[in-house]
């Protein structure tokens, strides 16, 4: 189970490792023993905090599913002894303001833009996947097509690696979520099909998204028919790989 957090939380709630078994198709669904702290879309206090990151049990690995201002990633990376890896959402905040007044345009130091890379730390592969469903004119937005055209083109890497190591993808993280219980009801947050189609080819353990806010209902976590774990990350959450 993730473990709860959200904008306005004072403490990270109750948690635990994932029960060990098996996926569809026999793959092996064990717990690595690697915890993510994963946020998204809204700073929470527990985040941008003095305190941080001895307020919070240890992580190994930190994750940004999209919209989280730069300085505030940057101040995470300055704090932290692991570096950020993180995604652009569709308002497009991540880079750093000019202090001049002009367009924000310098990436947060010591931290991974990962869209459409895959990296590896802690020893979990994570692949990034910036933006959302188009709704209007604007970056980071994409036609389904769009994303299912970038997704194919990491085919042959992911390939690859799923001969090498037995699984291409540990960590899907996204702005966007996938079809399901945690996408919105509305056309903006709209759930992805290409994501679900990938859940379906490399099954991968986790999927973390942000961009839907808690506040309307959606749940943190559920589990798809392939065994996908998919989080939502808004505020703040951790979660046990």
């Given at each position: 189970m993730?473990?709860?957090?959200?904008g306005?939380?004072?403490?990270a709630?109750?948690?635990?490792?994932p029960?060990?078994g098996?996926r569809d198709?026999?793959?092996?669904?064990?717990?690595?023993g690697?915890?993510?702290l994963?946020?998204?879309?809204?700073?929470?206090?527990?985040?941008?905090s003095?305190?941080?990151?001895?307020?919070?049990?240890?992580?190994d690995?930190?994750v940004?599913a999209g919209?989280?201002?730069?300085?505030?990633?940057?101040?995470?990376a300055?704090?932290?002894?692991v570096?950020?890896?993180?995604?652009f959402?569709?308002h497009?905040?991540?880079?750093?303001?000019?202090?001049?007044?002009g367009?924000p345009?310098?990436?947060?130091?010591?931290?991974?833009?990962?869209?459409l890379?895959?990296?590896?730390?802690a020893?979990l592969?994570?692949l990034?996947?910036q933006?959302?469903?188009?709704?209007r004119?604007?970056?980071y937005?994409?036609?389904e097509?769009?994303f299912?055209?970038?997704?194919?083109?990491l085919?042959?890497r992911?390939?690859?690696?799923?001969?090498?190591?037995?699984?291409?993808?540990?960590?899907?993280?996204?702005?966007?979520p996938?079809v399901?219980p945690?996408?919105?009801?509305?056309?903006?947050?709209?759930?992805?099909?290409?994501f679900n189609?990938?859940?379906?080819r490399?099954?991968?353990l986790v999927?973390v998204h942000?961009?839907?806010h808690l506040e309307g209902g959606?749940?943190?976590e559920h589990v798809t028919?392939?065994?996908?774990?998919?989080?939502?990350?808004?505020?703040?959450?951790?979660?046990?790989?």
């Open positions: 993730a473990r709860q957090g959200g306005g939380v004072g403490k709630g109750q948690g635990g490792r029960a060990e098996e198709g026999g793959e092996s669904n064990a717990a690595l690697v915890r993510v994963a946020i998204a879309d809204e700073v929470s206090p527990v985040i941008h003095p305190n941080f990151p001895d307020n919070l049990p240890h992580f690995v930190i940004s919209d989280m201002p730069g300085e505030v990633l940057e101040f995470v300055t704090k932290s002894k570096e950020p890896l993180y995604v959402g569709n497009g905040y991540g880079l750093l303001r000019d202090p001049k007044g367009e345009s310098e990436p947060p130091g010591g931290c991974i833009d990962v869209h890379r895959l990296v590896n730390v020893g592969n994570v990034g996947v933006g959302s469903a188009q709704y004119d604007g970056p937005q994409y036609t097509r769009g299912a055209a970038m997704l194919s083109r085919a042959p992911l390939w690859l690696e799923e001969r090498r190591r037995g699984r291409a993808v540990d960590v899907l993280l996204t702005h966007a996938p399901g945690s996408a919105g009801k509305d056309h903006a947050h709209r759930g992805i099909p290409a189609r990938f859940h379906e490399w099954r991968p999927h942000g961009h839907v959606g749940p943190r028919k392939e065994g996908v774990r998919v989080v939502n990350a808004f505020g703040y959450t951790l979660i046990d790989v």
